[in-house]
């Protein structure tokens, strides 16, 4: 059967970093599904693709689907493509997929750029066995309980991070595991790329009289596996030994640390401890 939809991959930096092959399909479709219209005229216009262009993003991608799949139905080509990046990676594009897969709509992609793979693969961290997180959660007492499970996955765990959050997000780690390594890629395939790597408290220092802007993947380094522990089934009081071991805390840091991981008032847990 013929492909309807191709979802395709354009560069996270540098405009050079397209295929052949992309740009041969983008040159012959119908049109061209994208985030922000004149964002992508600029990618578009450098390789003298001139197709129409349609904004498809996650404000207007429940709406905009259904006419689409009647488009591909009629048998026309549409290319999907994101600002940056690979389309359904933390962008608009698994949505149209699902619907696609269940209308029997062929559809391929065309490999690409895609920021958590780039900064993965220049991270010196292992590659054999990763999760990807997508964008951290901007609430702080979420983000402590999602930094747990990051921190006992037992793989590399790749997350996209804004640069306004990035020394924030270090510092929780900082109190949480003061050893693990990580590493920060910034401006990945652009003129201020770099990578840098060590524990939180190093990359907060090599940030801490620079401005950190640009675009940040952030990974973490699997759990070394005497810290993976399910704790379900502990006493508060083995729950705050282990934090205090584990973390390299005192008493009154891990308290707290237990208090979060459990999602309850510290309070609570004081108490507990009291009653023993
Ligand atoms: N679909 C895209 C992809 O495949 O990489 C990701 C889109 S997501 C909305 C954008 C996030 O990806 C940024 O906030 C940043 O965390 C990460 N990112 C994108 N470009 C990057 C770059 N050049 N260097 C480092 N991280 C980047």
Redesign the pocket.
Known sequence: MKIVLYLI?TP??NLADITFRAIEILKSCDYILCEDTRHSAILLNHYAIHKPLKSYHKFNESFRTESVLEDLESGKIICLI??????????PGADLVKQCIERNLPLTALPG???????LICSGLPTERFQFW??LTRKENELKREMQIILDYQGTTI????PHRLLDTLKIIEIMQPQRLLTV??????KF?ETVRGTATALIAHWQNNLLK?????LISPSPSESHQDWSTWTPEEHVEWAQQTYTLNRKEAIKLVAELRGVPKRQVYQELIKK
């Open positions: 991959a996270i930096g994101s600002d940056a990046g690979t389309p359904g990676i933390s962008d750029p895609c920021a958590a793979i780039q900064a997508g964008f997350c996209y991070e804004s890629g910034r401006e990945l395939t652009k790329e640009g675009e940040i993947t952030l």
